[in-house]
């Protein structure tokens, strides 16, 4: 708006041409009106960047949220849980409420919940993104939602963060592998669209040049999911390909997959082939798996006090990123 206020229901229907009843009636009850006036509604909606307040009520009262939003890709990763266990009695301690928002991978879901929160008006939103669209961030911080991203970097003029060094856990990692006996490096990895993934190869190439060798020892199997199933594929592949037997994963449910796709083919682990994963996620199968651990409850509490800092706060408050640092977990799965 021209002001910089949020446009309000008025606006929309000033843009559509319709009442201010029609726009209610559009939102609340779209089944009630035409296509056409869903259309017009929704158009000027969009060009007025409006977000309707379901905390309206809330609001006339005179109360502030007192809710957090949480968005995580899945609930069943050990170190999301974790993450959920940390942000839930960090800010119950607060004496707030937690809305935990589940995007299981799917860009259109996050974004939908993205909405969500915006609607609710949380106070503040903790984000664990597979995708970072500035646009949608910004929007949340327009209407007054904080926001401070988990495992994901963000410039400290946008807001804060908290995550992991992954650079220096895949150094860790390869570092680790590199003094096992053996000869070259196998990393199953996903996409380097995912900063995890690029960052954990960066950190296995400096590992390799460290040690006098080069970005060529390394053999990338890449991986379109990070699953155990494509794990078991990707130990397939490694062997078909005559590949390194010392092996990263970048993930423990990869490195679980490996592990069962090596024993399939009787190679023996650690005797024959070693293998390391990433998380320490707890899930050893039939080997106790060397993995790269990551401070999970702290990431999530330090997320917690960043948000409320800035909630508190206000203008007086300076944005930080804050990194943690991994730390490598030794076992059965790459020592003999």
């Known amino acids: 708006m021209p002001n910089g206020r949020q446009p309000d229901q008025i606006d929309v229907a000033r843009l559509a041409g319709v009442s201010v009843g029609s726009v209610s009636t559009t939102i609340n009850r779209p089944d009630m009106v035409s296509e056409r006036m869903r259309e017009r509604v929704q158009a000027a909606i969009d060009e007025l960047g409006y977000v309707p307040n379901r905390s309206a009520a809330t609001l006339r009262r005179g109360g502030a949220s007192r809710v957090l939003g949480l968005i995580i890709p899945e609930v069943t990763n050990a170190f999301y849980a974790a993450i959920v266990d940390a942000v839930s009695d960090a800010a119950d301690r607060q004496g707030y409420a937690v809305s935990l928002c589940v995007s299981h991978e799917d860009p259109a879901r996050e974004r939908r919940h993205f909405e969500l929160l915006a609607q609710q008006r949380a106070a503040g939103a903790l984000i664990a993104p597979i995708t970072l669209e500035g646009e949608r961030l910004a929007r949340l911080q327009s209407i007054g939602t904080r926001i401070v991203l988990i ?4 410039d400290v003029e946008r807001g804060c963060s908290v995550a992991v060094d992954d ?9 680790h592998l590199l003094s096992t006996p053996g000869r070259g490096i196998a990393l199953v990895n996903g996409p380097h669209s995912i900063l995890q993934c690029e960052d954990r190869w960066s950190g296995s190439v400096a590992a390799l040049r460290a040690a ?20 078991v594929r990707a130990a397939f592949e490694i062997l ?12 423990d449910q990869l ?16 005797d024959a082939a070693r293998v390391i994963g990433y998380g320490d996620l707890g899930l050893d199968g039939r080997h106790a798996l060397s993995t790269i651990g990551q401070p999970k409850h702290a990431l999530g509490e330090r997320a917690v006090e ?3 800092d800035e909630l508190e706060a206000g203008a007086e408050h300076t944005h930080s990123a804050q990194i943690f640092e991994p730390y490598l977990i030794v076992r059965e799965s790459t020592s003999a």
Not at 151 to 154: F, K, S, Y
Not at 167 to 175: P, Y
Request: aromatic share 4%; charged share 25%.
């Open 151 to 154: 495992d994901r970097h963000l």
């Open 255 to 270: 490195a679980t997959g490996v592990l069962e796709g090596f024993s399939r083919r009787g190679v023996t682990v650690p």
């Open 306 to 308: 960043l948000l409320l």
């Open 167 to 175: 650079v220096r856990g895949g150094f860790l990692a390869v570092d």
């Open 240 to 251: 078909d390909r005559g590949g390194p037997r010392r092996v990263f994963c970048i993930n």
């Open 212 to 231: 006098g060798g080069s970005e060529d020892d390394l053999m990338e199997i890449t991986v379109d999911e990070m699953t155990v199933a494509a794990g």
